[in-house]
């Protein structure tokens, strides 16, 4: 690959804060989808504490998933393979580890503000404002850490994961000052139908120009190091990169095909989502052909494993991200648990695997030492991919149910005693990721704390 520093010089404190962050808020960020999950089962249960109530559990579920779990996960190894790949420590630990810190105050505050009902009241956009100038600072910080790096680096040739990193970091940081409208402290938001395409620019983006990046900066390190082979091809890796930003960016819109939105910004949306198959495909060619005829390598091991099957979700949720797109398909799929599942084969599926994997992959790295449990690690694998393919189809055929029967003009009371049995297993399918964040917070924790590894 790249020029790579002595493994055993760099202290990757900040990579060590970020493990410790991802793991500790996919505990907080699944327990409160079990309660969310819970309360749809039974909806009184939590009927007179009002800040644990339905409205409030699920915008903390879903900014802790995004914000909590998967962005520093993903961010942990970034700070890992970053200045590996170009021969030169870390610009500044003190400075990633007071990000970490400040990180991990905003995710508390979020969780404060929200139970108490501050909220900016928009999806994906809840957070008040102060947090939001928190966030946006954060990943400038972050980015400025990693372009000072770049700067003083010894290897000249920029791997692909280096520029997928940049790109997110900063677009994000750009991106989420624009949709939650930071410039506008007293409502964080606009008026009307400017509002709606602005917040979908942000709700879309905040996966295609933060999530996907950073995820296919990991796949794009671990799975060629893992297989001990050459990527299959650098100029794919640069097709999809591009193609990711000039495509990505213009389909926001498609989730409001049924509002008054100009017709040639909906069209626009529906295009460049069905040209999505393009930045997918070279992503997932370039990554599977270079591990054609090496799957005993990432078999044998867990990082790259948890990488390898969040690169196989991302192929399935990206093709029915664009089969969505269509008014035909979408006045059947959406505002129905359809678009539930589809959301975390995303996150959870091919995000969070990627940043579980980029956790287990460069934990003994930083360590020097096996996990502590190679058989914990394989176990939440398996609870993890379980629960979340149970989601997805459970999901699925209750989105279909209520899609189906609103078409046909029934209420929406009359639409859930038919779903009831579907929360139930949900409800229990949420148990089993809960109980496996616990687990991999463990085991975490006991691989950094503990001299001798446990069972492989």
């Known amino acids: 690959m790249n020029a790579e520093i002595n493994e055993s010089a760099p202290s990757y404190a900040t990579a060590k804060a970020f493990c410790y962050t991802s793991a500790f808020w996919m505990m907080v960020a699944t327990f409160y989808g079990l309660l969310g999950a819970t309360e749809l089962v039974a909806p009184d249960l939590t009927g ?10 699920r915008p903390t579920h879903i900014n802790l998933v995004l914000f909590g779990f998967v962005t520093p996960g993903l ?3 970034a700070f ?6 170009l021969g030169t420590r870390l610009f500044s630990e003190k400075l990633g580890v007071f990000t970490a810190v400040a990180w991990n105050l905003a995710l508390a505050t979020a969780v404060i503000t929200l139970a108490m009902g501050m909220t900016q009241g928009r999806e994906y956009a809840e957070l008040i404002w102060p947090i939001d100038v928190t966030v946006v600072a954060a990943f400038l910080l972050v980015f400025f850490n990693f372009i000072m790096t770049v700067r003083q680096r010894e290897e000249k040739v920029l791997y692909v994961s280096v520029w997928y990193v940049l790109a997110g970091c900063i677009l994000t940081a750009c991106t989420y000052a624009l949709g939650n409208v930071i410039w506008r402290p007293n409502s964080g938001a606009l008026v009307g139908i400017p509002d709606a395409i602005l917040l979908w620019f942000y709700g879309h983006n905040v996966f295609g120009l933060l999530l996907t990046p950073l995820s296919a900066g990991v796949a794009y390190y671990v799975i060629p190091r893992a297989t001990r082979s050459p990527l299959y091809s650098h100029t794919l890796s640069l097709l999809g990169f591009w193609s990711l930003l000039v495509v990505y960016t213009h389909i926001g819109t498609h989730h409001l095909l049924q509002v008054p939105v100009p017709t040639w910004l909906k069209v626009v949306a529906i295009v460049d989502s069905i040209a999505m198959v393009i930045p997918v495909m070279a992503f997932l060619i370039n990554i599977w052909y270079t591990a054609k005829g090496k799957l005993g390598e990432i ?11 969040g690169t196989i979700m991302y192929f399935f949720v990206s093709i029915q991200g664009s089969f969505m797109a269509l008014p035909d398909v979408q006045r ?4 129905n648990n359809w678009v539930v599942a589809h959301a975390h084969i995303g996150v959870l599926g091919f995000a969070g695997m990627i940043a579980l994997g980029g956790l287990y992959y460069t934990i003994p790295k930083i360590t020097g030492r096996p996990l502590f449990s190679r058989f914990l690690a394989d176990f939440q694998y398996w609870m ?9 189809i459970v999901l699925t055929i209750a989105g279909l149910i209520q899609g189906n029967a609103w078409l046909n003009g029934e209420t929406v009371y009359r639409v859930l005693p038919e779903i009831h049995a579907y929360y139930v297993t949900r409800a229990g399918l949420g148990l089993m990721i809960f109980s496996s964040a616990v687990l991999g917070f463990y085991n975490v924790v006991r691989s950094f704390q503990t001299r001798s590894g446990g069972r492989p």
Do not use: Q, S
């Open 332 to 335: 059947v799929t959406h505002f």
């Open 48 to 57: 007179n504490l009002g800040h644990i109530v339905f409205g409030r559990v």
């Open 299 to 309: 078999h044998a091991d867990i990082g790259a494993k948890f990488v390898f099957t």
């Open 75 to 77: 961010l942990a190894a």
């Open 384 to 392: 993890i991919l379980i629960g979340m393919v149970g989601f997805t």
């Open 80 to 85: 890992y393979y970053i200045p590996r790949l």
